[in-house]
């Protein structure tokens, strides 16, 4: 049922990723760093959702991270932009189809627990994702994946400890946690922050979870790691901002790359 959009992308390079990557909020700048090999923009492909937020620049970057060969979103959708879920994860399952194997997810997000102080990294050991639809409501499409699929384990441990030795060896910690969607595009509000604490979540944000439970429903090994951009509604006394996000991303940013290029040559050790 995608055929027309990998035509398009196949026109215009053949190469079979390894691994996925989707670049979060302050992280565009990435993709340009590694062996390019192809560009496509989201609005050349047919029937694509584009993506309409500041500093995502809605294309699939093609190239290679060491020796590892990599599809890159440079920019993702999301559910506030007004698409259905099952246009929000169609990047990840084009991803697939083309041949990626891992899938690595990257956002900003705010801090719920204490240890989380913006500037700091968590990678994701599971998710919450109830208050946002699930991307595989509807017909199933049994080309891809089962009907019910189960998403004990969906966070990939092995992938885990990769990213965490991998930043430890580049001098930056990285934290574990329990990662809850909700849908934006407001923040959230001290109350509902609260609701998340009790309810065990360490990091908030308004992505993520339904990119990566689409991917476990196609076969993918999917991890994914926050950068804690800001503290959660509540925790502090200054109002909360995309702007701010920005900033605390692009301040963090360095470090963040120096991890994911890392752990994704880390990666080929296991592909």
Same mark, same amino acid.
């Given at each position: 049922?995608?055929? @027309?959009?990998? %035509?398009v992308?196949?026109?215009?390079? %053949?190469?079979?990723?390894k691994?996925?990557?989707?670049?979060?909020?302050?992280?565009?700048?990435?993709?340009e760093? +590694?062996?390019?090999?192809?560009?496509?923009?989201?609005?050349?492909?047919?029937?694509?959702?584009?993506?309409?937020?500041?500093?995502?620049?809605g294309?699939?970057?093609?190239?290679?991270?060491? @020796?590892?060969?990599?599809?890159?979103?440079?920019?993702r959708?999301h559910?506030?932009?007004?698409?259905?879920m099952d &246009?929000?994860?169609?990047?990840?399952?084009?991803?697939? +189809?083309l041949g990626?194997e891992i899938?690595?997810?990257? $956002?900003?997000?705010?801090?719920? $627990?204490?240890?989380?102080?913006?500037?700091?990294?968590?990678? +994701?050991? %599971?998710?919450?994702?109830?208050?946002?639809p699930?991307p595989?409501r509807g017909?199933?499409?049994?080309?891809?994946?089962?009907?019910?699929?189960d998403?004990?384990?969906?966070?990939?441990?092995?992938? +885990?400890?990769?990213?965490?030795? &991998?930043?430890?060896?580049?001098?930056v /910690?990285?934290?574990?946690?329990?990662?809850a969607?909700?849908?934006?595009p407001?923040f959230?509000?001290?109350?509902e922050? &609260?609701?998340?604490?009790?309810?065990?979540?360490?990091a908030?944000?308004?992505?993520t979870a339904?990119e990566?439970?689409?991917?476990?429903?196609c076969?993918?090994?999917?991890?994914?790691?926050?950068?804690?951009? @800001?503290?959660?509604?509540? /925790?502090? %006394?200054?109002? /909360?901002?995309?702007?701010?996000v920005?900033?605390?991303?692009a301040?963090?940013?360095?470090?963040?790359?120096?991890?994911?290029?890392?752990?994704i040559?880390?990666?080929?050790?296991? /592909?």
């Open positions: 049922m995608y055929d @027309n959009i990998i %035509d992308i196949r026109s215009r390079t %053949d190469i079979i990723p691994v996925a990557l989707v670049l979060g909020s302050g992280l565009g700048t990435l993709a760093e +590694i062996d390019v090999k192809a560009t496509v923009d989201y609005s050349q492909l047919p029937d694509f959702p584009t993506s309409t937020v500041e500093g995502h620049k294309r699939f970057i093609f190239g290679n991270i060491g @020796n590892v060969p990599v599809a890159i979103m440079q920019g959708v559910y506030y932009e007004g698409y259905t &246009k929000v994860v169609l990047p990840i399952r084009i991803m697939r +189809i990626a899938l690595m997810l990257t $956002n900003a997000a705010g801090g719920i $627990n204490s240890d989380l102080d913006p500037g700091s990294f968590m990678a +994701i050991r %599971d998710h919450i994702s109830f208050f946002v699930s595989l017909r199933n499409i049994d080309e891809l994946g089962p009907r019910f699929p998403m004990t384990g969906i966070y990939d441990r092995e992938l +885990i400890e990769i990213i965490k030795k &991998k930043a430890w060896e580049n001098g /910690l990285v934290r574990e946690g329990i990662y969607q909700l849908s934006g407001n959230e509000t001290p109350a922050i &609260k609701l998340l604490e009790r309810l065990g979540v360490n908030v944000g308004m992505s339904c990566a439970m689409a991917a476990k429903h076969g993918m090994r999917v991890c994914g790691i926050s950068f804690i951009s @800001n503290l959660a509604a509540g /925790l502090t %006394d200054s109002p /909360l901002s995309h702007e701010e920005q900033k605390t991303a301040e963090a940013e360095p470090y963040f790359k120096k991890i994911i290029l890392s752990s040559e880390g990666f080929g050790g296991i /592909l």
